[in-house]
């Protein structure tokens, strides 16, 4: 009982400075911009112009939003099943690595972004080659981190489960799935932020509707409150993203002893 008041107590500890870090930020953006003038508010807008701003743009920035945050969860999810599935298969059959292996390695290094003018060329400038960009770069991350996790699988487990008569494919579902799942968690979330990345790149470069088409629109008049607002926008959605990640992952892998918050 003890322990687990004291692990309470740390928590809350924490989050308590994690509140005062943003509230500090916050008051340092205020007396930079307001107080003190220290900085032209072209060059970093006030509280207040922002404000103003979402005020100003209220019936159109909840859509904006939406839209971007769909775009990235469908692009999330699909990428990050398909790459954990194709490195599953890489990793239990030696002929579809030797295939796929030095594909993926030639394709790894490429930054998607550069491939944006092709996405615009081959699918147009609508939802589903923005979805498919950012898919392509979860796609790229998961391959290479699930086989990284089918390796460091402690060979004891599978060595274990040989003795007891299981066979291949019933090792990989009932012991290698269940291990790996601790380590894609890194993976995952390495994804999602780059998932936020190539949307908002895709839709700064062809898009007629998300966050990214507001601030390219804005950016036209130097109108950088309104860029400003959707940078803010940015954060708090992927902050929000990596906390519903962080929630499925916590009670997907709730049988392990992995509790992030118990290292505080």
């Given at each position: 009982?003890?322990?687990e ?35 032209s ?5 006030s ?43 890489m ?46 770069g ?43 799942v ?8 390495v ?62 892998t709730r ?10």
């Amino acid at each position: 009982m003890l322990q687990e008041e004291g692990l309470r107590q740390r928590i809350r500890r924490t989050r308590a400075i994690s509140l005062a870090s943003i509230l500090l930020l916050l008051v340092t953006w205020y007396l930079v911009t307001t107080e003190w003038e220290l900085v032209s508010s072209l060059k970093l807008p006030s509280p207040d112009r922002v404000l103003d701003t979402l005020v100003q743009v209220r019936a159109t920035i909840l859509r904006q939003a939406l839209v971007t945050f769909y775009r990235v969860g469908i692009s999330f999810l699909a990428g990050s099943a398909l790459g954990v599935l194709v490195g599953l298969v890489m990793s239990r059959f030696r002929i579809v690595f030797a295939l796929l292996e030095p594909v993926i390695e030639a394709l790894r290094p490429i930054p998607p972004i550069a491939l944006i003018p092709f996405f615009i060329l081959w699918f147009g400038i609508g939802m589903f080659g923005q979805v498919l960009l950012a898919g392509l770069g979860c796609f790229m991350v998961m391959v290479v981190s699930t086989i990284e996790a089918v390796r460091n699988v402690p060979r004891i487990y599978i060595q274990a489960a040989r003795s007891l008569g299981a066979g291949q494919d019933h090792i990989y579902r009932t012991v290698i799935l269940p291990a790996i799942v601790p380590e894609l968690i890194a993976g995952w979330r390495v994804a999602l932020a780059l998932a936020f990345g190539l949307m908002i790149a895709a839709e700064l470069m062809g898009a007629q509707e998300g966050i990214g088409f507001m601030i390219m629109v804005a950016r036209r008049s130097l109108n950088t409150q309104t860029i400003l607002l959707g940078i803010i926008i940015i954060g708090m959605e992927a902050a929000l993203a990596d906390r519903l990640l962080y929630l499925f992952t916590r009670r997907l892998t709730r049988w392990t002893e992995r509790d992030a918050e118990s290292h505080v």
